[in-house]
């Protein structure tokens, strides 16, 4: 009884060191593939966006505080991809030549833009005045907005859709501007879109900004542009 008494300690011991062990193990893979990860969920976003799902989101409300925005570490993608629920997709971007294919959700909320591009007004219309999206530049160069700063030029197309219509731009302007720029958001009488991303360094923005061209319903879209927003999201 004694021995066995004795063998206790050490087989608590032995059983918190093993614990610790794989502990250890899982925080290392943790930092290692932190950013695969990552990556990975906000990949995993994939909504399916339908015309009356958009009818519906364009009447919720949002957050349009872009002093609230955080950087998108891992505790911010894990949050929104937890929390998919506040997000309230009312459209699509594609920019085939950039390669991209994102949800347009609306604001600018930590959720809206770990995982799709974010409208910047409350009041904006697709097709109707100045339509600013706003959306993050990752390490990867497929990632969200990350094509905008590798891939987009003057003279690439820009097609908009929120499920019923499709709205055709022409990139115009490709600049870099000051963080404190925020008059480009606001509402102008000629038709735009105006894409925002963070510049290499993060300290001023990329503006992409497109002039209008036309637009048609969604049906008679050419069928290359119907297969661009068939397909998945560029977030991979």
């Known amino acids: 009884m004694a021995d066995k008494k004795k063998q206790q300690p050490k087989r608590r011991w032995r059983w918190l060191w093993s614990t610790l062990f794989v502990l250890l193990i899982v925080i290392s893979l943790g930092l290692i593939f932190n950013e695969q990860i990552k990556n990975w969920l906000i990949s995993s976003y994939q909504p399916k966006i339908t015309r009356k799902a958009v009818q519906n989101n364009e009447k919720k409300k949002a957050s349009y505080d872009f002093s609230k925005v955080k950087s998108l570490d891992f505790s911010t993608v894990a949050n929104a991809r937890w929390n998919t629920a506040n997000i309230h997709v009312v459209g699509e971007i594609l920019m085939p030549q950039s390669k991209i294919h994102l949800p347009i959700a609306k604001g600018v909320s930590n959720e809206v ?124």
């Open 113 to 236: 833009l770990a995982l799709t591009a974010g409208t910047m007004r409350p009041d904006q219309k697709m097709g109707q005045g100045n339509y600013p999206l706003a959306g993050h530049h990752m390490s990867s160069q497929s990632i969200l907005f990350s094509p905008l700063y590798w891939k987009t030029r003057v003279g690439q197309i820009i097609y908009l859709t929120n499920a019923k219509t499709v709205f055709v731009y022409k990139v115009s302007v490709r600049k870099f501007i000051p963080a404190t720029d925020v008059g480009v958001v606001a509402q102008t009488k000629q038709k735009l879109v105006t894409l925002i991303t963070c510049d290499a360094t993060g300290a001023n923005r990329l503006m992409i900004r497109g002039k209008y061209v036309k637009q048609m319903a969604y049906k008679d879209a050419p069928s290359s542009v119907q297969k661009g927003f068939h397909g998945g999201f560029n977030n991979k």
